[in-house]
């Protein structure tokens, strides 16, 4: 076999059967590779920045993305979406097409490169968003792909593999029986002390919760903290980054108590917290918007437990080495539900009067329109992906159906992120519905994939918010500058001429509650949203008011 034919294999061992990129000329004989393997499908994106971007939604459903650039414009260009990929947690194996070994041997100042005669100064670039990087050579093949390949599937970091052009076809006599993908999950002499410490406290106290972050999706825990919550009947909540990887309804009611995030929390939620004398933390991340800003005044840290990929924190004593994976089987065999345990709090839960709407000829608004999409359009095993916007704060506080996965980018937050991103959600699961919810402002840094929609025939209903802007940054600053204006496009047309021939332009409610059955519909399509530029959803107003006080600190 080949190198190429290792490549390949690998990829397919990790259940990977769809690839991103863009062609360039360092990787054209690695691409004949998968071109020729009938069990994986190339997928051509308009640009490297849109395929990487595909390759993290992809990698969101399948557990792996894989991404293919060249050299230099091609990887620099797909450097971004491999950044939000390493702040997210999420595994993309990124191959990059290089020149020949004699032209990396010699520095040879060859087209793509910066004829600095620095061989790895792209390769430099990745090390601080990439959990591991290599480049291949005749003799470190093996090792090197074992070794890249563990650290993707052990931190859930993208990872860079660099493969010179006339390598792919060199012969070798390993084969991918020869790589092992099986790891220790973690030194097992301390899961006993540490789950008995958890239980103890769990059991001892009167108001526990647990609270859930979106490594417990990243790391493969969402089951097993299922079955606890089930087990125990335990309450809990989620940060906003953790929005619906626990079912929100079935195992949830009345037990899910809504999001915790300091200051833009659910009502009521910030009390609840602040009386708990036990909260145990699975999976969380402190970031600026999943704190409130870091507002989480009241909370007694000695009752906080935090589980976490790389250290566990039971009061005041700090673990490591734990396997989190083996603790929580522990944790799910040996706990019992605490019938002492009380917290007198149930989430509110508004349900929409339909009849309402039906002769509302008012114009749309942020603070209606969001529950009315999560009770009549958002449906049961629905992906829904929401841009860092006007449509991820107006979701976030809406209680959604149960088996929905959730897409944003709360932390990264790269304008433009989530339509390639719904592409690689749809194309990992065809079999279910994708929902993306987009700015006006955001598409059109990203509108060349609506393309790549039609030409796969994907389920993906595009609502496009249309509200002649940036609506994030006016309410954040600049409310009326001409900065946060956009040129007026004609959106259903353009998607029109890219093959989404179903189209629907949305003004008031009425029209909205009309056209239901319509978007509701499988297959590709476009709905335009009209809102007036200066209608923030609550949440949204709460944030930005909050970042652009610390942005003039």
Known sequence: MTLGDLIVDVVKKLGVSDIFGVPGDYNLRFLDYIVEDKSLKWVGNCNELNASYAADGYAREKGVGVLVTTLGVGELSAANGIAGSYAHNIPVLHIVGYPNTKVIDHDIPVHHTLANYQKNSFLESFKSISGATTILTDTNYLEEIQRVILEMLTSKKPVYLGVPTDLVDMEISKTIEDISFYYKNGDNHMVKEVGDAIIKSYLGAKKPLFFLGINTARFGWREKMTQILQKTQAKFATTLMGKSIINETSIAEPNYLGLYAGDYSTKGMVEVVQNSDCIISVGTVE???????????????????????????????????????????????????????????????????????????????????????????????????????????????????????????????????????????????????????????????????????????????????????????????????????????????????????????????????????????????????????????????????????????
């Open 287 to 553: 970031t600026d918007l999943n704190s409130g800003g870091f507002s989480e005044d009241g909370i007694d840290f000695d009752n906080v437990i935090t589980i976490r990929p790389k250290s566990i924190k039971v009061g005041k004593r700090l673990y490591s080495g734990v396997s989190v994976d083996m603790l929580l089987d522990y944790i799910l065999e040996n706990i019992t539900p605490n019938k002492n345990a009380k917290i007198d709090f149930t989430l509110t839960k508004s349900r929409v009067d339909i009849a309402g709407f039906k002769s509302n000829k008012n114009s749309l608004n942020q603070k209606e329109f969001w529950p009315l999409v999560a009770q009549e359009i958002i449906k049961e095993g629905d992906i829904v992906v929401a841009e860092a916007g006007s449509s991820l704060f107006g979701l976030l506080q809406e209680n959604l159906p149960s088996k929905i996965d959730f897409v944003s980018q709360i932390l990264w937050a790269s304008i433009g992120y989530t339509l390639p991103a719904a592409i690689g959600s749809a194309i990992a699961s065809p079999s279910r519905r994708v929902l993306l919810f987009i700015g006006d402002g955001s598409i059109q840094l990203t509108a060349q994939e609506l393309s790549i929609i039609s030409r796969y025939n994907l389920n993906v209903t595009v609502f496009l918010i249309n509200n002649s802007g940036y609506t994030i940054e006016r309410a954040i600053h600049g409310a009326n500058q001409s900065y946060n204006d956009i040129s007026e496009w004609k959106y259903l047309d353009l998607a029109k001429s890219l093959g989404i021939n179903n189209t629907i332009s949305i003004e008031n409610f009425a029209n909205f509650i009309k056209n239901i059955d319509n978007i509701n519909k499988k297959g590709p399509k476009m709905i335009e949203l009209f809102f007036d530029k200066l209608d923030f959803p609550p949440l949204l107003k709460q944030v930005s008011d909050k970042l652009g006080a610390a942005n003039e600190e």
